[in-house]
């Protein structure tokens, strides 16, 4: 097994530049998905905690905001860097806390550190406009000026990523943060202010608070409900996203959100075969399903389904499940009792309705929360997999047999996030990539994220886009300057 730097394995929370524990003392335990072990013990905050970080983050947004883009861009690009040289600590945490391989942490964290290296140069581009007048005594400008105190919440399944992906950007456009990572996931979000603090990032200007499930609510109250937060970008389910939006309303909130997906994964006849299947076994069974991206829905043209099956078949059994410390582990847990229930759920469901049971199907007795790669074929669109995530190992089949039919079953589901398309017929690569309704569409790949690249979503799977430009403005204001001079 790995060893791995434990400085960075925080007990306290990080607020206004200072290790500190719940005002009321409690504290919560962060277990290991895959062995049950304790990784860490973390305090339990409540919105008093939280309050205090807001002021914190306030007292140091005027100084922060006030920097030049290059004197933020400093400590981000040293933050960058701490991140990619301690990445096999912070893979160690991230797998001890979260379950998924060792290899695929060590990504997760070079991902991470993208965003933060990537919104440090962002920084420096954060240009507004000279616009012609229409009036000769007069200028006209716009500048681009930072919100203010941003909040943020993030979900466990990508504990690192989603934590950089909002705070860089944040705080490369000059606002400050409170973040609140997800109950199974506090660890890696600590760890990173730990790098954080060392890269010079000042007081106050990233604050963490952690917490367990039952003080979510509350916190999210008191965050989205803050006349002092001029923000809030959250990830994790569509329901709670709903929720948010409605609290934010009060206080005319910027908001971002990243919600669910309902991914559809087509392969058409004329596809390479080969490459759809080892792009499915990425991206279904890359941190044992549960990505917001993870292909929810696998749409095969009728005539290369057995073709499809026969070879997906062959791939899954070269996924070996275990503990992710044990570095030849490609498949992990899943986070918890409640996820291996929904998966046996949506199983259930599929098979009383008559889908057919290729693979897989039972939960995994031994410690831990473990579920066999699982294969269905003959989905229909009333199953419960094909309207919402099932978040796990899980691939259910359905056929199609024109593009026509395909594009309807493609968009039938409130959710766009991320779509893929098999073929080699770029006139349908064309047509399809354009009919889909989904805010990413991934044409012969399935590795579709990037921090170079918009994230997010259409229809209920979000508002606003994370990472490239697109991702910098969400924490900014445009000003227009109109200015009359002497002529
Ligand atoms: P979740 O239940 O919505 O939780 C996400 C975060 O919100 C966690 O920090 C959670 O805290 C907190 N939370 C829960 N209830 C809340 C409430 N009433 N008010 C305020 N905050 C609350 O989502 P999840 O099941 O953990 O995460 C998986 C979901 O995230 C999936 O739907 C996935 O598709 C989505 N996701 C989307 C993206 C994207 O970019 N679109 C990326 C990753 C994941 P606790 O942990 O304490 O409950």
Not at 82 to 95: E, G, P, R, S
Not at 348 to 362: E, P, S
Not at 368 to 377: A, D, M, R, V
């Amino acid at each position: 097994m790995t060893s791995f730097n434990e400085s960075l394995l925080r007990n306290r929370a990080y607020v206004g530049g200072e290790w500190v524990p719940a005002i009321s003392g409690a504290t919560f335990d962060v277990r290991n998905p895959a062995t049950n072990e304790l990784v860490g013990t973390v305090p339990h905050m409540a919105p008093e905690d939280v309050e205090h970080a807001i002021a914190q983050a306030q007292r140091a947004f005027g100084e922060w905001s006030a920097r030049s883009a290059n004197e933020r861009a400093e400590p981000l690009k040293a933050w960058a860097q701490l991140i990619v040289l301690h990445a096999a600590d912070l893979a160690a945490i991230l797998t001890r806390e979260q379950g998924k391989p060792l290899a695929d942490a060590k990504n997760e964290v070079l991902f991470a550190a993208s965003f933060v290296e990537w919104f440090a140069q962002e920084a420096r581009r954060t240009y507004g406009d000279v616009i012609p007048a229409t009036r000769r005594d007069t200028s006209f400008t716009t500048v681009k000026e930072p919100i203010g105190v941003a909040a943020g919440i993030t979900p466990w399944n990508l504990p690192c990523a989603m934590v950089t992906r909002k705070a860089a950007p944040a705080l490369a456009a000059g606002c400050t943060m409170v973040l609140k990572p997800a109950e199974h996931t506090p660890l890696s979000a600590l760890a990173l202010c730990a790098l954080a603090e060392r890269a010079g990032i000042p007081p106050g200007v990233l604050n963490v608070v952690t917490a367990e499930r039952s003080a979510a609510e509350a916190i999210g109250r008191t965050l989205s409900t803050s006349a002092s937060v001029g923000k809030l970008s959250f990830t994790g389910s569509t329901a709670v996203g709903k929720l948010l939006l409605a609290q934010c309303a009060g206080t005319m909130k910027r908001v971002s959100l990243e919600l669910g997906g309902n991914s559809p994964f087509i392969v058409f006849a004329d596809a390479d075969l080969d490459i759809a299947v080892s792009s499915a076994l990425f991206a279904k069974f890359r941190n044992a399903g549960q990505t917001c991206i993870a292909p929810n829905r696998f749409l095969v043209e009728d005539s290369v389904h057995d073709a499809f099956v026969e070879r997906m078949l062959a791939a899954m059994h070269t996924l070996k499940a275990g503990d992710g410390m044990d570095p030849d582990v490609t498949l992990g847990p899943v986070i918890s009792e409640d996820a291996v229930k929904k998966i046996e759920r949506h199983i259930a469901n599929a098979l009383d309705r008559g889908a057919t049971l290729v693979a897989g199907g039972k939960r995994v007795h031994r410690e831990g929360y473990f579920f066999e790669p699982t294969l269905l074929t003959g989905i229909t669109a009333d199953m419960a997999m094909s309207c919402e995530e099932t978040f796990g190992p899980v691939m259910g089949l359905a056929t199609f047999s024109s593009e026509r039919e395909l594009i309807e079953r493609a968009n039938a589901t409130r959710m766009g996030l991320a779509s893929y398309l098999f073929t080699r017929d770029a006139s349908r690569v064309h047509r399809v990539s354009h009919a889909l309704q989904a805010g990413i569409v991934g044409v012969n790949t399935g590795m579709i994220a990037t921090e170079v690249a918009p994230f997010g979503g259409y229809k209920e799977s979000g508002i606003g886009r994370e990472g490239a430009r697109e991702g910098i403005d969400e924490f900014m204001e445009t000003k227009f300057i109109c200015q009359a001079f002497a002529a």
